[in-house]
Nanobody, 123 residues
Framework: QVQLLESGGGLVQPGGSLRLSCSAS????????MGWYRQAPGKQRELVAT????????NYLDSVKGRFTLSRDNARNSISLQMNSLKPEDTAVYYC????????????????WGQGTQVTVSS
């Protein structure tokens, strides 16, 4: 069906930077939006940033505004999250999500999730 390939996670010191990328592949007619969510141990999953693939409008978690920047590449069905000034509180598994319309569908859209990539911010 649809698969999301994530990359860019890793270990970084506080104040450092990482760049997460996510590319969607498979049976896709169109993608309306893509984004990143994260989940820390013992905490619920939360939205980090989303972007509309048509207009490029973005939505950010308040605590990452000014530090994270989400961009899109429609030709590649991909997004990139540039994360700067990372804090220990950013430590989590980050999951990519895409809202996808499948071929043959008219208005039906479904969410697809990546497997998650670990981001650890620590000294």
């Amino acid at each position: 069906q649809v698969q999301l390939l994530e990359s860019g996670g890793g270990l970084v010191q506080p104040g450092g930077s990482l760049r997460l990328s996510c590319s969607a592949s498979g049976s896709i007619a169109s993608i309306s939006a893509m984004g990143w969510y994260r989940q820390a141990p013992g905490k619920q999953r939360e939205l980090v940033a989303t972007i509309g693939m048509r207009g490029g409008g973005t939505n950010y978690l308040d605590s990452v505004k000014g530090r994270f920047t989400l961009s899109r590449d429609n030709a590649r069905n991909s997004i990139s999250l540039q994360m700067n000034s990372l804090k220990p509180e950013d430590t989590a598994v980050y999951y990519c999500k895409a809202n996808v319309r499948r071929p043959g569908s008219t208005f039906l859209e479904s969410d697809y999730w990546g497997q998650g990539t670990q981001v650890t911010v620590s000294s």
